[in-house]
């Protein structure tokens, strides 16, 4: 089953190679990883996607909570909780085919943010699974570039994640 | 820190290295020094509280602070170069990592200014070490080197022990440049807080668990030992008259001349052990970590038990094997904990249950019983070499194993009574570990009984330390196992490749006797039984001596029992022959 971990760790030199590392060391797996600081600059919010069996994501949680330069963490997926990615895609937009593309991405409300005369650049930001769902609305013969962010989630009401 | 008369003391990088291993109570380092350390060398040659240990081979540097932590406690000290001094030490922090013994190791590393250039012997000594270390360090100002120290012993030896490298860049230790020097008096670290106790309700569980138990087995770890906890352990299996596994970690954890003994489980663990925690219906893991070795088949481990965990290493609970009532904790106050609740009790033990168990045990006690069969010609078994060296130091040495069929029979047939008494590398497996663990044993006890059981193998992977044991007078005692080929390689080669020896031959041994005069050491040969015991009664007697015990052994012998390949822990070889 595919969870949502965030991690507070120390905003410090090297924190985020040993949560990589370890995801490599111990064979588990990262679907999407984002990291940036915090409103407190001396802490780095880490969020990553992995799936795996219980078992696995036991370890994952365990393990990464050995890290020294890990605060806290939470598994958003135990609870209600809010995701969301933002994709930059760059888009072939000619003749006919054009006005369909402006018309899927404001079914998707997407905003485009760079324009050519052949070309759309394209922001999205939604769930994971509707930004899948507009790369395929749009088909892939017709996607020059994408880049996403990776998930970002936070839990939804009163809990918060912090020290 | 501030002086009687108030002044503020500046010290450079350098002097602030070995000022804050004085005020962490420091007295060995050992090391080898290089570019990227001298200035810390330099601040070194100026004092004498801290006593430095120059090795051979960096290698041996890390084996030597880890025998010293795992017969003391305390966390050993390593001071290396960068680059290949610090590669070379990788082996040792891994073997101690893999084992959970403190250690900090220093290593010096090129300017910062050059870091990134592959500037001359420049390694990412933080990339390279980091899946092997508890944590690492890197120093940015000088003026960080005593707080970086303090937390490093803090991290080392605190929860879950294991190593900590420091990387120290040469122009942090400049000695023209002075800070002010304060060497904290405690750690506080927001991201870092080891538990200190377990959870009183499930150690509440956990008795009732106990109390309730038909065939239990108390199964002793690493962490018992580690964790200062022998004693506490002891007590309670006394208390409640349950049989206790103690694995090879953890043995020493509880007195093996007791009855209540079974050896120690796993791959060439006894009959009993491994047929008793088979059939058992609940099992206290006490700092155990149910690895591969232990549990041979996973899903075929222990069917009918439930399992009380107790670690204070919560990702060690339900890794391999899923604990019905995990406990996460120091071993000592966990069972302290346990120890109340059950005096408090009106309950008892089921002493039938106990009693038709411990029928079957001794039952199961015969079937193997640490048997094998003496060569008639006089020519040496490896395992009547152990039970003459138990016989001989009267079971009160420290025993320090390198890796190989010699380690399984040292742990097999020698009988430790006190735990920190068997130090082997158990987890990384690490040939050479045996020479230089002893040495590190031997400076913190000079007075005590410190023997290397190794091969002939594993002796050529760490003998030049030799020279260090002549330069220092570190008299430990070898008993090297000459079978004069990798015995547990061809042992597998026997069993699993039709007998094809490939390359577990050593072809052209050195001539041990004279390799041992050229260092100025004392060698005795040893090829008959009749030569054995006054061999051993010789080399002890040479209390101030390194003596090197060349015994030949017959090459043809095999580690029994033996767990068969994805089985369950019933499921053994019991000699080349006879299968369960």
């Known amino acids: ?4 971990i965030a991690v507070l760790l120390e905003n410090e030199a090297g924190a985020l190679s040993r949560v990589v590392g370890l995801f490599s060391q111990r064979n588990f797996n990262i679907e999407t990883l984002t990291v940036a600081p915090t409103e407190d600059p001396t802490l780095s919010r880490l969020t990553v996607t992995t799936s795996g069996s219980d078992r696995v994501i036991e370890q994952i949680t365990k393990q990464l909570n050995k890290l020294i330069e890990v605060v806290k963490l939470v598994d958003l997926t135990e609870g209600e909780h809010l995701e969301r990615e933002m994709m930059l895609i760059k888009l072939k937009a000619t003749g006919q085919h054009r006005d369909e593309v402006k018309r899927t991405v404001d079914i998707f409300r997407g905003q485009i943010v760079d324009v050519t005369s052949s070309i759309y650049t394209v922001q999205l930001v939604g769930e994971q699974s509707k930004l899948d769902a507009f790369i395929s609305a749009i088909g892939e013969a017709y996607v020059l570039e994408t880049v996403r962010t990776g998930v970002s989630g936070i839990a939804r009401g009163d809990k918060v994640l912090s020290v | 820190m501030r002086r009687e008369d108030n002044s503020v003391e500046m010290l450079s990088g350098a002097e602030m290295v070995i000022r804050s291993l004085q005020d962490q109570k420091i007295e060995y380092i050992y090391g080898y020094p290089g570019g990227s350390v001298l200035h810390i060398y330099d601040a070194l040659a100026q004092q004498d509280t801290i006593k430095h240990i120059l090795v051979r081979h960096e290698q041996a540097a890390t084996h030597m602070a880890d025998g010293h932590a795992r017969a003391s406690g305390k966390p050993g000290v390593v001071l290396v170069t960068s680059g290949p001094g610090a590669t070379n030490a990788i082996t040792g922090i891994a073997t101690a990592f893999m084992d959970s013994i403190p250690m900090v190791v220093l290593c010096g590393q090129v300017p910062s200014t050059l870091i990134g250039e592959d500037a001359f012997q420049e390694t990412d000594m933080m990339g390279v070490s980091r899946p092997v270390v508890k944590h690492n360090f890197a120093v940015k100002h000088p003026s960080e080197i005593p707080g970086i120290i303090k937390k490093a012993f803090y991290i080392a030896s605190s929860g879950r022990p294991g190593p900590v490298v420091i990387d120290i860049p040469k122009d ?25 106790r377990g959870h009183s309700g499930q150690i509440k ?7 309730s138990a038909r065939r239990p087995v108390i199964l002793v770890g690493g962490g018992t030992v580690g ?32 009855r209540q003994w079974l050896g120690w489980p796993g791959m060439h663990g006894t009959y009993e052990a491994n047929t008793a925690l088979h059939n058992s219906d609940l099992i206290l893991s006490i700092g155990a970590r149910f690895d591969d070795r232990v549990t041979n088949a996973t899903e075929k481990f222990c069917p009918t038990a439930k399992i009380i965990h107790i670690d204070i290493d919560p990702s060690s609970i339900s890794k391999t094997i899923a604990a019905d009532v995990p406990i996460v904790g120091p071993a000592k106050s966990v069972l302290l904990e346990m120890l109340a609740l059950l005096a408090k009790s009106d309950a008892q033990p089921d002493a039938e249950a106990l009693s038709d168990w411990w029928a079957k045990i001794d039952q199961w006690r015969q079937r193997h019983g640490g048997r094998y069969v003496r060569n008639e010609n006089g020519s040496l078994k490896p395992q009547q070499v152990i039970e003459a060296l138990y016989e001989v130091t009267k079971g009160d040495a420290y025993i320090c194993s390198d890796v190989g069929q010699h380690q399984m029979f040292a742990a097999q047939y020698y009988k430790f009574d006190k735990p920190n008494r068997w130090i082997n590398s158990g987890g990384l497996g690490t040939m ?9 044993v031997k400076l913190h006890y000079p007075d005590a009984l410190v023997v290397c059981v190794t091969g002939e193998g594993s002796f050529q992977m760490n003998l030049q330390e030799f020279s260090t044991c002549s330069q220092y007078s570190i008299p430990v005692k070898i008993v090297c196992l000459n079978n004069q080929s990798l015995g547990m390689v061809r042992q597998w080669q026997d069993m699993n490749y039709e007998s094809r020896h490939s390359q577990s031959y050593v072809k052209s041994l050195p001539d041990f006797h004279k390799l041992t005069d050229a260092y100025g050491h004392k060698a005795i040969t040893v090829r008959t039984e009749a030569e054995l015991i006054p061999a051993l009664e010789q080399a002890f007697a040479l209390k101030d001596e390194l003596v090197f015990l060349d015994i030949y052994v017959d090459p043809t012998e095999h580690v029994y029992p033996m767990l068969v390949p994805k089985g369950s822990m019933r499921d053994m070889w019991l000699s080349k022959t006879e299968r369960t």
Not at chain 2, 432 to 440: E, L, Q, S, V, Y
């Open chain 1, 1 to 4: 089953m595919r969870h949502i």
């Open chain 2, 172 to 196: 942090m230790t400049t000695p023209t440049d002075k800070f002010e020097y304060v060497y904290p008096e405690s750690v506080s670290m927001r991201s870092y807080s080891p538990a200190t």
């Open chain 2, 205 to 211: 569980k956990a008795v009732e668990l106990l109390l």
């Open chain 2, 227 to 258: 964790g200062r906890a022998s004693a506490e352990a002891t007590e309670l299996a006394r208390v409640l008259n349950f049989p206790v596994s103690t694995t090879l970690m953890g043995i020493g954890g509880f007195p093996a001349s007791d």
């Open chain 2, 432 to 440: 050479g570990f045996g020479f230089p663990a002893a040495m590190g």
